[in-house]
């Protein structure tokens, strides 16, 4: 299946301060890439669909100043969590579709484990 | 059914036994599903679809059925081994574009040796 690096794979980072996830589709072109965020033994919740070249869309209760998407080319998309509060620490993942059209899988990166101390 | 709150759903096995993981999906208009495997600390991995035009598709020891009528969809493992174990999703591509999945609760697979 197509390959999606998502980097770094964990941070730990000071209350105040902002960090910014990276994610890649490494063999295909990603127009469209998807933001989740995950709890513990919860599901993977969509914060934001980030459109390549044009501004993400966000989900209902996502703050976008919070959490600013960049998508920048057909292979890279970033996540970053601004003025981080402890209550931002989660798992977040990325993803992306093969294609532009419905019927072609999701593939997803390895996920980051942001803790905020 | 649906898990509330922080208790996910769990399936105990035997190695070498079938698991069946069910799903029941909310849009009768989701014409796209794909079931995610994901181990503790990673992110999902894509173990199998199925399109709303078919009702069973089989991969290697996978076979996911769907059942459009009562919104139902199931993944069955063959001779489930000890690497099966890890959190299932199901996720529906609602009808309409967009390309959004939607997520189901999840279900936690143990194989007990």
């Known amino acids: 299946g197509a390959v999606v690096s998502q980097h770094p794979s964990w941070v730990i980072c000071k209350s105040g301060t902002s960090v910014k996830i990276e994610c890649r589709s490494l063999d295909f072109q990603a127009t469209t890439m998807f933001w989740y965020r995950q709890f513990p033994k919860q599901s993977l919740m969509l914060m934001a669909t980030?459109?390549?070249?044009?501004?993400?869309?966000?989900e209902q209760g996502v703050e976008k100043d919070k959490f600013l998407i960049n998508h920048a080319s057909l292979t890279l998309s970033t996540l970053t969590v601004t003025s981080a509060h402890p209550e931002d620490s989660s798992f977040y993942i990325c993803?992306?579709?093969?294609?532009?059209?419905?019927?072609?899988?999701?593939?997803f990166g390895q996920g980051t484990r942001l803790t905020v101390v | 059914g649906e898990s509330v709150g922080l208790h996910l759903p769990t399936l105990s096995v035997q190695e070498g036994d079938n698991s069946i993981i069910n799903c029941a999906y909310s849009?009768?208009?989701?014409?796209?599903f794909i079931w995610y495997k994901q181990e503790s600390g990673k992110g999902p991995q894509f173990i199998i679809d199925?399109?709303?035009?078919?009702d069973k598709r089989q991969g290697q020891r996978v076979t996911v059925l769907l059942n459009k009528t009562v919104k139902h969809l199931s993944l069955q493992i063959a001779a489930t081994q000890p690497g099966d174990s890890a959190v299932y999703f199901c996720a529906e591509n609602g009808a309409g574009g967009g390309n959004k999945l939607t997520f189901g609760t999840g279900t936690q697979l143990k194989v007990e040796l």
């Open positions: 993803s992306a579709r093969v294609g532009a059209g419905q019927g072609l899988g999701a593939f």
């Open positions: 849009n009768s208009a989701s014409d796209y």
């Open positions: 199925i399109r709303s035009n078919m």
């Open positions: 980030s459109n390549e070249g044009s501004k993400a869309t966000y």
